[in-house]
């Protein structure tokens, strides 16, 4: 189940990557305006940073600029890229074409038939808003999208990544619906290791046990 950090933050991808368990980042246009540093500083930094996978979204709307700049990014990247598409006709389009030579993600899915288009595209990855989807979507349907996205592709080789989680609960409940990559900011993945009880049953054995 690998966990992989939302966030282009350098400092944040820093402390992540020293942790030895989250295998890769994910950014998005939003998080690289708020870097601090330009897009390619960033991107170099982050894959500096994991030897895991780095995901980078396209921001041109037209097919042609899409190629150039997967081109662009790939060159800063390397075998790292993963190129996050948005689930546009031309995004599909742009999928279908870049996947022959790149890992590619469709991005902010909310239906099980852009899931499936996603596959058949040659998509790596189908990227879910959780979060955003139970707060956008009529009561219920925000679940719904996660059970049938699970069972759509149940047996696809392209796996389901959830992003847009708020809290370790919300990973949970996604884990049990068989969602395999999770994509988390840095505070949840931070709050992970912590329970209140672990925490008693540590300082416990600091005061009463012995040790080597």
């Not at 990557?17 to 930094?45: D, F, H, M, Q």
């Not at 790292?80 to 598409?85: A, D, F, S, T």
């Not at 546009?88 to 899915?109: D, I, K, M």
């Not at 847009?164 to 505070?187: C, D, H, N």
């Amino acid at each position: 189940m690998p966990l992989l950090l939302d966030s282009a933050l350098v400092f944040e991808a820093e402390k992540a990557c020293r942790w030895g368990w989250v295998e890769g980042i994910t950014t998005n246009p939003l998080l690289l305006a708020r870097s601090g540093l330009p897009p390619a500083k960033t991107l170099e930094r982050l894959a500096e940073l994991t030897s895991g996978p780095v995901f980078y979204q396209l921001t041109a709307s037209h097919l042609e600029e899409m190629l150039e700049e997967a081109q662009r990014a790939s060159v800063i990247l390397g075998d790292q890229l993963v190129l996050k598409i948005l689930p546009t006709p031309t995004g599909f389009q742009a999928v279908a074409r870049l996947s022959e030579n790149f890992s590619c993600a469709v991005t902010a899915v909310f239906s099980p038939a852009q899931a499936l288009a996603a596959e058949a595209a040659g998509a790596r990855f189908v990227i879910l808003y959780y979060h955003r989807a139970l707060v956008s979507l009529p009561e219920g349907e925000g679940w719904r999208l996660v059970e049938d996205c699970v069972t759509a592709l149940a047996a696809s080789e392209t796996h389901l990544l959830a992003a847009s989680i708020k809290s370790s609960q919300e990973m949970v409940a996604l884990r049990r619906a068989g969602i395999e990559y999770f994509t988390l900011p840095f505070s949840v993945l931070e709050s992970l290791p912590n329970h209140p009880l672990s925490e008693q049953a540590g300082q416990e054995f600091q005061r009463d046990g012995v040790g080597l």
